[in-house]
């Protein structure tokens, strides 16, 4: 039997209400009991002393590349899930977007069996909506279903032909299964390389407009009503999306969604200006008092870095509940396909080892309690696709008794310099190279066992 006592933590599980210093205890790789000096009562264990500490769920990402099979030279299973682990992520959802892509169950299967082998944390495989992702025939649901798929998802290219994107709902909601949907009208976008507005204008790219995202947004809720199907909606970017999204909930449509953490904490203005550019327009600056512009294409991602007023909607509803998970849309990619020329550089960010310092940023400003932002990684994305619903994950995001003995210990004070070269993640691809976040996760534990534990953390 073996048992893990994390002793004298400040302890939050906003799915149980708790909030509050306890120790948890882990025996055999679930969660036996949580509560004052529990872990005091055990002789026989290994010890992880989080004293000052705030102890938690292992976070729960709706929406990761890990990109092998196929793209192993971006990112493989092994690398991307000890990148998840020093995020403080114990469940990766593995976007279908590998070559071959996952359309079919032989596809499933073998990511599953490469996971068991090499990978680090849990990885929760999507199937594709249609086969090869090409949007003209839909992929096998029941199929996917059965080899263990928890959702289905073009993922970067949505799927443009609103009867096919109809059955597809009804398909999946047939074998309940959740449609995570890239929401951008292809014609709209255009060839598109960053946010339609005046950084665009100024470095002289096509822009994609934030009604590409609010009019498949829109469409896909009615879609999704008149299926009386789960539609989720990936990376929401926009004020629009948001308020199409709450109106639908409130009238009862199945709809949940997910928010990156670049896009709650960064704008367009990083393309241009990098993070000091983005930080003077917080701060009142304008368009004049930038100097020199370049073209950063770390901060190219789709859908786009938005508005100020577009962040601010997101961490709105965010707080609110409208958005119910924060995803990372962790992309990984080669130095060689970002640095070169903007427009053909790929778009993606790599964002599992930042999440939490980058989401931190509205707690530090008194925009979203900290309860409120961890229920947003823990529960928030395990309840939103029913994860804790299936067999052997009974409790996933939570340190409810008999849970997945998941735990991720972090300082949410803890100032640290990103340095993407010491990155677990082969993608070395990020905006805020260099720059100071606050809050980081010091240890994770998957299944009761320590995944990642940065040098000086009491064990």
Not at 219 to 229: F, P, T
Request: net charge negative; aromatic share 4%; hydrophobic share 45%.
């Amino acid at each position: 039997m073996s048992t893990l006592a994390i002793h004298n933590g400040r302890v939050i599980d906003p799915a149980l209400g708790r909030d509050g210093i306890a120790d948890v205890v882990i025996v055999d790789g679930r969660v036996a009991r949580v509560g004052p000096n529990e872990g005091d009562a055990v002789i026989e264990a290994d010890r992880i002393d989080a004293t000052g500490l705030v102890v938690t769920p292992g976070f729960v990402d709706l929406h990761v590349h890990l990109r092998e099979p196929g793209f192993e030279y971006k990112e493989t299973i092994a690398t991307g899930t000890l990148a998840a682990a020093r995020g403080g992520f114990t469940t990766v959802c593995a976007m279908p977007n590998t070559d071959p892509p996952l359309d079919r169950r032989a596809a499933v299967e073998s990511v599953l069996r490469q996971a068991e082998e090499h990978a680090a944390v849990r990885v929760l495989p999507l199937g594709c909506i249609t086969r090869e992702r090409a949007g003209k025939e839909l992929a096998p649901a029941g199929e996917l279903a059965q080899a263990g798929v928890v959702a289905l998802s073009d993922d970067g290219d949505a799927v443009a032909d609103a009867r096919l994107m109809r059955h597809a709902l009804e398909y999946a909601g047939a074998f309940g299964l959740p449609i995570s949907q890239h929401c951008e009208d292809p014609a709209l976008v255009h060839e598109g390389q960053m946010h339609e507005g005046w950084v665009a204008t100024r470095l002289g790219l096509r822009g994609r407009p934030a009604s590409a995202e609010e009019t498949f947004v829109a469409r896909d809720i009615a879609l999704a009503d008149l299926a009386g199907a789960h539609l989720h909606i990936a990376h929401v970017s926009t004020a629009g999306s948001v308020a199409l999204i709450r109106a639908a909930r409130e009238r009862g449509v199945h709809i949940t969604a997910e928010v990156t953490p670049h896009h709650l904490a960064l704008t367009h203005e990083e393309v241009a200006f990098g993070w000091s550019g983005s930080q003077v327009a917080a701060n009142g600056g304008g368009a004049n008092g930038y100097g020199s512009i370049a073209y950063h294409s770390n901060a190219k991602v789709n859908p786009p870095l938005r508005s100020h007023g577009d962040m601010d909607a997101c961490a709105e509803a965010l707080r609110d509940g409208v958005i119910d998970a924060i995803a990372t849309d962790h992309a990984p990619h080669a130095v060689s396909d970002k640095e070169i020329e903007f427009d053909l550089a790929d778009a993606g960010i790599s964002g599992l080892e930042t999440a939490l310092g980058l989401s931190m940023s509205l707690v530090h400003a008194g925009r979203i309690e900290l309860p409120t932002l961890i229920e947003r990684l823990t529960a928030g994305p395990a309840r939103a696709w029913n994860l804790d619903q299936r067999p052997g994950l009974e409790g996933l995001g939570t340190l409810s008794p008999g849970a997945v003995g998941d735990v991720a210990i972090l300082d949410p004070d803890a100032a640290w310099t990103v340095k993407p070269e010491e990155f677990a993640s082969m993608g070395k691809n990020t905006p805020i190279a260099g720059r100071e976040l606050r809050g980081r996760v010091l240890a994770t534990v998957f299944g009761g066992r320590v995944v990642h534990a940065l040098e000086g953390i009491a064990l």
